[in-house]
């Protein structure tokens, strides 16, 4: 358990970890070759940063988002693609849910075509090691990249 002193010193390493993590060589999900067992990761669409999550197990995870078989659970950030675009194509968006995915074709197509996108995009990891560091590192990271358009924090 971190005590409030151990706390404000991660805050102190956050700036030093973002940079870390952005100057990363740039990877695609086909070559994950030599990632850290456990840390934090960014998905690049067009250069920019679009998704930041967090794993103890990042190849598997960082597979999982863009694998035709996942789950809306597994599959979150393709979820919230999804959802996104169920939104612009005037989809009742409360109604696009985890389980409307499974059984309305239409859901389940803009799901697949999410999983495909993510699949498509390039990644930088960084480790960070602990649940509290990662937690605290995942939303830094993502106010300070400006991805809070699919990192959302809601519970599900």
Avoid: W
Wanted: hydrophobic letters at 40%; aromatic letters at 8%.
């Amino acid at each position: 358990m971190k005590t409030i002193e151990q706390f404000n010193e991660m805050i102190q390493t956050l700036p030093v970890l973002l940079s870390k993590l952005q100057s990363s060589p740039t990877i695609d999900r086909e070559n994950l070759q030599g990632i850290p067992i456990c840390g934090i990761y960014v998905f690049y669409e067009n250069q920019e940063p679009i998704y930041v999550g967090r794993s103890d197990r990042l190849k598997q995870r960082l597979l999982e988002h863009g694998q035709p078989s996942s789950v809306p659970n597994s599959a979150t950030f393709a979820f919230n693609l999804a959802k996104d675009k169920a939104e612009t194509k005037g989809f009742d968006n409360p109604v696009f849910t985890r389980a409307t995915v499974q059984t309305i074709p239409e859901h389940r197509d803009l799901f697949l075509e999410a999983k495909r996108r993510v699949a498509a995009m390039k990644l930088r990891v960084v480790e960070v090691v602990g649940s509290v560091d990662q937690t605290v590192f995942e939303v830094y990271a993502a106010l300070a990249l400006k991805t809070t358009r699919y990192n959302s924090f809601e519970n599900h």
